[in-house]
């Protein structure tokens, strides 16, 4: 069992930055890859990116890639995103999740969801 817990959401202006972390229970997360997923009203869950467990590599969403940046401290039990160069459309709720297998992209590949953060960008 893991249960995450996302921070750091908030309101920023267009072209700001937010980092988002997620800190997660229990001894065994580095057994699992995260992912980060994001939903605005009335839209369904979007991948944003994901890393291994194991080699740190990562994968990222088309509407983010270049602009966000996962990396991972297993010492410390949490995964971070950190967003830059942020648009309006990047409003949404972003939850982060954790994964034993399976495509890193598919949200019904994930075991565990934190509750999610809200991120709000002012244009």
């Known amino acids: 069992q893991v249960q995450l817990v996302e921070s750091g959401g908030g309101l920023v202006q267009a072209g700001g930055s937010l980092r988002l972390s997620c800190s997660a229970s229990?001894?065994?997360?580095?057994?699992?890859?995260m992912g980060w997923f994001r939903q605005a009203p009335g839209k369904e869950r979007e991948f944003v990116g994901a890393?291994?467990?194991?080699?740190?590599?990562?994968l990222y969403g088309d509407s983010v890639k270049g602009r966000f940046t996962i990396d991972r401290d297993n010492a410390k039990n949490t995964v971070y995103l950190q967003m830059n160069s942020l648009k309006p459309e990047d409003t949404a709720v972003y939850y982060c999740?954790?994964?034993?297998?399976?495509?890193?992209?598919?949200?019904?590949?994930?075991?565990?969801w934190g509750r999610g953060t809200q991120v709000t960008v002012a244009s």
């Open positions: 229990g001894r065994t997360f580095s057994s699992y890859a």
């Open positions: 999740a954790a994964t034993v297998g399976g495509r890193v992209s598919s949200w019904q590949s994930y075991d565990y």
């Open positions: 890393i291994t467990r194991s080699t740190g590599s990562t």
